[in-house]
């Protein structure tokens, strides 16, 4: 602003120059001045905008229907002065995500990155009530889910498979293996009359005798 007064009072000066040197200096002063003037920026008053904190939200709670599936989140304080507005959702085939965002100055999140069926998205919504995020999922296949998300699903699976696993482990081991462990037991705890009897035992048992027989 102090530029473009002197600039301005320069040009005031210079009808009134009489000599050629004093009207050349003067003139030479405006342009100069001028070029100043529009390569400065005005400035103007800025504030950096604050980087609001990401909250990532653990805790809900799930329910079912044949078609439908549906989420409750509360566990975000402040949640019952936030605006319908605020809450958005984003949904995939297999994935669900919901922010609140701006919220007493932190953004707040919660995911599920795959679930355990498949929904659709276009028939899917979040809806701010009463202080709670209820999202509803539609269901691509009415059934119901014994898992909500496939972690959960692969965990009971891969359970399910280790206990069938032990199962058949059990029926296919050697009936007499128990036997044979603690008489191996017996053998190396034993004084020399006892290890002297299994002796026998074992190498009658191999060579088909029977017990007692020379």
């Given amino acids: 602003m102090e530029l473009e007064e ?3 009072e320069l040009e005031t000066l210079l009808p009134q120059a009489k000599h050629p040197m004093t009207r050349s200096l003067l003139q ?10 529009k390569t ?14 990401t909250i990532q939200v653990k805790t809900y709670g799930w329910d079912q229907t044949d078609n439908l599936v549906k989420i409750y989140i509360s566990d975000i304080p402040g949640l019952a002065a936030a605006e319908e507005s605020q809450v958005v959702a984003d949904f995939t085939n297999s994935s669900v995500n919901v922010k609140v965002n701006d919220l007493n100055n932190r953004n707040y999140n919660f995911s599920i ?5 498949n929904i659709k998205p276009q028939l ?6 009463k202080g709670n ?4 999922m539609t269901k691509t296949i009415t059934n119901p889910w014994e898992e909500f998300t ?7 699976e891969a359970k399910k498979e280790k ?46 005798k029977k017990p007692g027989t020379p």
């Fill in 150 to 156: 496939m972690a959960e699903r692969k965990k009971k």
């Fill in 113 to 117: 990155s795959e679930l355990s069926g």
């Fill in 40 to 53: 400065v920026k005005p400035q103007t008053a800025t504030s950096t905008a604050q980087i609001k904190p």
């Fill in 133 to 136: 995020i209820i999202v509803t």
């Fill in 6 to 8: 002197f600039v301005k």
């Fill in 163 to 208: 206990e069938k696993l032990d199962e058949m482990s059990k029926k296919d081991e050697d009936p007499s293996a128990g036997i044979m462990k603690m008489m191996q037991k017996m053998y190396d705890e034993g004084d020399e009359d006892m290890k002297r009897t299994i002796t026998k035992a074992w190498y009658e048992s191999k060579s088909g």
């Fill in 28 to 37: 030479d002063a405006i342009n100069r001045n001028k070029t100043s003037s």
């Fill in 124 to 129: 899917s919504k979040a809806v701010l009530k």
